[in-house]
Every structure is written in structure tokens, then in C-alpha cells.
């Protein structure tokens, strides 16, 4: 059983279990504050075997990831969609994967950022059995402020 008395960040845990991220990136993020307070406490055995495991679960992750063969984004994407509920969720990443590919100056250009707003809405609506406006429209929104973030 993990001693999260012996974790020194428990605010990151905190933090990470609150935010709005979905739950790959949530991992991620946690398995990164392990890490790094593995490295701060490196005298501690508990902390160097807990970064140890969450080493592997990377590992273990990103294997899945390439088996998939889908680069980050799109895997990203698809995470997303698929805790969305999003039908078809794979073959819908792929397409706003493409439409970003299309689209690489989105974040610079209006224009660029306009029409891949429209891609990724146009492929919502076509994997939807029936779809919300409203909340495709958020869908695209929380999409586009998260990779806002990460650029």
C-alpha cells in the first residue's frame, strides 16, 4: 500500500485530482510529480521504487499509444472523445488530427484558427447518432483551450 504521508507534494495530488484535465493527463501529470520528488528525496528507497512503478505505467501507456499507431496529438484527441462518449472516437481523432495537420499556424492566424474549428465541429457532428449543438460547441472549445495551453 502507497504511503502518500512519505509523498511530499501532496497539493500536486490535489491539484491534479481537481483539475478539469481527463484521465490520461491526470496520470501523466501525476506520475511526472512522483518523479520529480523522487529525484528531490533521492534517499529515500520508498520514493525511488514508488518512480520506479510510475516509470513502467508510462511505459505501459505509450506502448498502447504506438500499438494504436497514432502520433501524440491524435491519441490525445481520441482520449478526449472517448471520455466524451464520443462514437467511433479513433477514427473521429484521426480526422481532427488531419484537420490540425491542415491547419498548423491555428493558434497565429484567425482564419487558420476559424476553419479548424469548423473541421473538428463538421467530424463531431458526423460521429454523433444524435448531436447537441451545444455540446459539440463545448466539446471543440475545451479541445482547442487545452492544446491553447500546452503550445
Do not use: C
Not at 509523498?7 to 520529480?36: M, P, R, W
Not at 502520433?71 to 477514427?91: C, H, I, N, Q, R
Request: glycine share 4%.
Amino acid at each position: 500500500m502507497i504511503n502518500f504521508f512519505k509523498f511530499k507534494h501532496l497539493d500536486t495530488i490535489e491539484t491534479i485530482k481537481a483539475g478539469q484535465e481527463g484521465d490520461a493527463t491526470k496520470v501523466v501529470n501525476l506520475i511526472k510529480s512522483i518523479q520529480k520528488n523522487a529525484e528531490e528525496n533521492s534517499d529515500d528507497p520508498f520514493l525511488i521504487a514508488l518512480s520506479d512503478r510510475a516509470q513502467l505505467v508510462q511505459e505501459s501507456f505509450e506502448d498502447r499509444q504506438a500499438e494504436q499507431g497514432m502520433d501524440d496529438l491524435t491519441y490525445f484527441v481520441m482520449s478526449k472523445f472517448d471520455e466524451a462518449g464520443v462514437p467511433d472516437s479513433e477514427a473521429t481523432s484521426k480526422r481532427v488530427a488531419g484537420a490540425f495537420a491542415a491547419h498548423p499556424n491555428w493558434q497565429k492566424s484567425e482564419n487558420q484558427q476559424r476553419d479548424l474549428r469548423q473541421a473538428i465541429t463538421f467530424a463531431l457532428y458526423a460521429a454523433a447518432e444524435d448531436p447537441d449543438e451545444n455540446e459539440i460547441a463545448a466539446q471543440v472549445e475545451g479541445l482547442l483551450s487545452i492544446l491553447r495551453r500546452q503550445a
